[in-house]
């Protein structure tokens, strides 16, 4: 079905009000940082923005976040193998941690829950997030991940399980090294 060059750019424009900043989320665990989350984002638009409209719209959620997914999974390979990682260099890298506006936001639960999360093994971080934070289906997740549907549950119910057991336990704070 034809559609009009105006028609085209509201769609877009509702797919970027829409899936802008969850995308932004998502792509900032993987990437690792925001400037890359934004560059990957960015691209990921200007990707949609160049396909038929037909051929994404019924599944446009999943198209957005297995683009970006692969995008970002390129941006990180791509760092790996850039990365200096001699003693002066990660004597003065950034640190990783959430800068004192994300922690300000988060509770004293929320805090736990995510260190929780982020002693799970990415795969299970991953389906997590793009279940409850993303509210995406088992199919689409496994058609992002390209993980069998069965196995993406499966992840879900053992992630789910073990936070459960460590919810209560304290949390030991892995080293740095």
Known sequence: MAHTPDADRTW????MDR????????AARIAGDG????????????????????KVEGKLAEWLYTVCRNRCLDVRRKESRMQDTSDAALATRPSADPGPSAVAETRDVGRKVTRLIATLPE???????????????YAEISRITS??????????????????QRV????????KG
């Open 35 to 54: 400037e890359a989350a934004r560059d990957v984002v960015q691209d990921v638009f200007c990707r949609l923005a160049q396909q038929p409209r037909d």
């Open 19 to 26: 899936y802008e900043q969850p995308l932004l989320r998502y």
């Open 12 to 15: 877009l424009r509702d797919a």
């Open 123 to 137: 795969t299970q971080q991953e389906v997590l997030r793009l279940k409850f934070e993303h509210g995406l289906s």
């Open 168 to 175: 209560d336990a304290p949390l030991a704070v892995p080293a």
């Open 147 to 164: 993980l069998s549907v069965s196995n993406v549950g499966y992840l879900l119910h053992v992630a789910i399980k073990t936070l459960g």
